[in-house]
Structure formats: C-alpha cells, structure tokens
C-alpha cells in the first residue's frame, strides 16, 4: 500500500517537474536593448563610449532602431540609476538585452564589440 502511494507521488513530482521544463524550453526572446552612454566622459573612458556609440549606430540601424532605448547618464541620470542599480552595473558605456519582463539575456559593459553585439542580436531574435 505505501509503495502504491510513494508510486503516485513520485509520478505525480515528475509530471509537475516535466511540465515546467515544457514552459521553459523556449528560448528567451529579445525584447529591449537599453544603451546607458555618457556624453561628457573623459579619457579611455571617452574612446569606449566613442566605439561603443558607433557600433550601437551601426548594428541597430532601420528596423533594428526601435529596439534601442538610448540613456545618455550625463544629462538624464534619472533615467540611468534604475538600471545601473538594478544591473548592477560598475562601468560605462553599458548595452543590456532584455527581454519582456526586464530580465537580462545578455550584457557589453566597457568594451562594446560590433561582431559580438550583431551575432547576439541574431541569436536572440532582434
């Protein structure tokens, strides 16, 4: 009799585990990119936002553009600290790709590559 019931519980814990696994198979998808960039930077940190700024026009250029949320942290820090604390981002410039809720599928901080930003892009369906 016990070994029916630790049957059925066990069949039961694999049908429920089984069933979330089916929700989560499908990939993330993208559905925001936020680009948090500084205007007034200095130094090394004025020649990554310079490269970072290009690759972000480049890569999300026509159709691509309305994904782009652009933060510029030297005139609207308001806007930036939510993801700064949220991300917790410690170096600017900062691309982050998120999809509906808010959750981050992938991250440049600092260096921002073009190759790599267009290959995750493709890959996360932008």
């Given amino acids: 009799m016990l070994r029916g019931r630790v049957s059925v519980i066990v069949f039961a814990v694999l049908a429920i585990l089984s069933a ?4 989560h198979a ?7 990119v936020v680009y ?3 205007s007034k930077a200095c130094g090394c940190s004025a020649e990554r936002v310079k490269v970072a700024d290009k690759v972000v026009s480049q890569v999300f250029s026509g159709p691509r553009q309305a994904l ?3 933060i510029d942290y030297d005139t ?3 806007a930036a ?3 700064i604390g949220q991300y917790r981002l ?3 410039p900062a691309l982050l790709f998120l999809d509906s809720q808010g959750h981050l599928l992938w991250s440049a901080i600092g260096d921002v590559e073009q190759k790599q930003v ?3 892009l493709d890959q996360l369906g932008g």
């Fill in 36 to 38: 948090i960039t500084r």
């Fill in 81 to 83: 600290v939510p993801y």
């Fill in 68 to 70: 782009v949320k652009r």
């Fill in 90 to 92: 410690i170096q600017l």
């Fill in 20 to 23: 979330a696994g089916l929700t």
């Fill in 76 to 78: 609207d820090r308001q």
């Fill in 26 to 32: 499908e990939p993330a998808r993208l559905s925001q």
């Fill in 118 to 120: 267009a290959q995750k």
